[in-house]
């Protein structure tokens, strides 16, 4: 069907390579309007007063829209920014423009797909269309060797049909150009963070690596940790580092907001493989993609769920909802370096290694018996490649109430920091107060007093406590 004018709607999906609704709007539509709708539930308050979204997460996305309408522009296009709910601005901005037709992706969780039935329901009684395209995963969902209500409940079932029985499809091109209509010069710009009640992000101590929200950086990582560095070979080895730009990829950011698409990553690695090598490495990113791709069909599997306290296990544990405690975790004075040091990183800068994450999850929940979804929220709010279905499959997962075929993921916070930080390297980064302290070993939970630090003259806070350690089995 040829449409006169089709209004595509980016969502988590702000890139033109392989963009499904991007391109197939340039094949049907005489005219598209690209769209990004600022939706201010986005920016309002979860669990215990948090932000959904923290500044971290809303400067990268501000980058990624600027950088979005700059690629747009690039191929005669433009990006209209709206403000307020999709559902009902993205139908008024319609209306009033002559739009025949919204393109859009499919997104998998409640608040998401919840918007969607409500702009469909709301656009259709105008005798407006709607085209849906799924193009989140590395496996599209119609390519899956069983339908989604059979999806796998171990990991390693799911990925070795998937890589059997299933093809990955080729990415879709860029459009060379897209018809943009003349709608005057009004367009509004993204919001300010200080618009949205957000301060400007200032890091105390720096990230070794630099996140910058936009396809152009994604696919600017890409190349230089593939083709410039030469990293790719030795990921597997490197991957479970903690300080530094290559001991990973570092995708995940813009993965999470579609600034790239895992079939064009994937594709750069079969090209990789071709050119410079093929091992494990090469293998496991894409391993690593594949766990992504399994954690959003178990969410559309299993629907609300992964956001209830017993998860998709029905298991039932006496959490508990200590504010204080869970607090102390939350700023990184919990007594514990390791742990303190991978929380205080993401504090600063929005970003945690996965061997980070891995150990600090697992301390809230199985040293300090927090409810694991606080921790979940927490992650939503600071993190810069939050990507619901992975954050919350994750936690999941560490908590025992997920998709793990073992009782207990519990990890030893003091053996962890001894063999992923044996000189203590990337907790005198992000704590290096402590490094003035005489023989202190970073390794063991912080027993010194408050009048002891500052016969050092140091400052942690003011409360850097005793440690906090529920579980003593490995003390």
């Known amino acids: ?156 079932q799911f990925r070795k049909e998937c890589e059997k029985f299933s093809n990955i499809q080729k990415t879709l091109p860029r459009p060379k150009s897209i018809n943009f209509p003349d709608l005057g010069n009004n367009f509004e710009d993204f919001p300010g963070l200080s618009t949205i009640g957000l301060k400007e992000p200032i890091a105390k101590r720096k990230s070794t690596v630099e996140f910058k929200g936009g396809e152009d950086e994604g696919i600017k990582r890409l190349q230089n940790y593939f083709w410039e560095k030469d990293q790719l070979k030795v990921y597997k080895e490197t ?17 999470a907001l579609g600034c790239l698409s895992p079939r064009f990553i994937y594709e750069e690695v079969k090209q990789y493989e071709r050119e410079r090598v093929k091992n494990q490495s090469t293998y496991w990113l894409i391993f690593e993609l594949i766990w992504r791709d399994y954690f959003r069909f178990i969410c559309k599997k299993n629907g609300n769920k992964v956001f209830q306290l017993r998860g998709i296990k029905n298991y039932v544990d006496n959490w508990s909802r200590n504010e204080e405690i869970f607090w102390k975790w939350a700023n990184g004075v919990t007594g514990i370096p390791f742990v303190d040091a991978n929380i205080r990183e993401m504090n600063a800068t929005g970003f945690m290694s996965n061997r980070g994450r891995q150990n600090v999850a697992s301390f809230l929940v199985n040293d300090l018996n927090i409810d694991w979804r606080w921790g979940a929220v927490y992650f939503e709010s600071q993190l810069i490649d939050y990507e619901v279905c992975s954050n919350w499959g994750n936690w999941m997962y560490i908590a025992g109430v997920g998709n793990d075929p073992r009782e207990n993921r519990y990890f030893n916070i003091l053996r962890q920091a001894e063999n992923y930080d044996r000189r203590g390297e990337y907790i005198r980064h992000w704590i290096p107060e402590l490094a003035r302290i005489p023989g202190f070993d970073v390794h063991q939970p912080f027993d010194l007093s408050t009048s002891q630090l500052k016969d050092y003259g140091i400052s942690l806070g003011s409360s850097y406590p005793q440690p906090m350690v529920m579980n003593k089995a490995w003390i």
């Open 1 to 156: 069907m040829k449409y006169k004018r089709v209004i595509v709607w980016f969502r988590n999906d702000l890139r033109v390579h392989d963009h499904a609704p991007l391109f197939y709007a340039s094949q049907k539509s005489e005219e598209v309007i690209p769209v990004y709708c600022v939706d201010p539930r986005l920016f309002g308050k979860s669990l215990l007063g948090m932000s959904k979204i923290g500044s971290h997460r809303a400067k990268f996305l501000k980058e990624a829209v600027d950088n979005l309408k700059t690629m747009l522009q690039q191929i005669g296009g433009n990006l209209v920014i709206l403000q307020g709910n999709p559902e009902e601005v993205i139908l008024d901005f319609a209306l009033a423009n002559n739009a025949e037709a919204i393109f859009y992706s499919e997104e998998v969780t409640q608040e998401e797909t919840k918007v969607e039935q409500q702009l469909e329901k709301n656009i259709w009684k105008h005798g407006i269309r709607t085209e849906a395209y799924w193009q989140s995963t590395l496996f599209h969902i119609e390519d899956l060797p069983f339908p989604v209500s059979q999806i796998p409940e171990v990991f390693t």
């Open 239 to 255: 991957r479970n580092g903690l300080l530094g730009a290559d001991y990973s990829s570092k995708f995940s950011p813009w993965l």
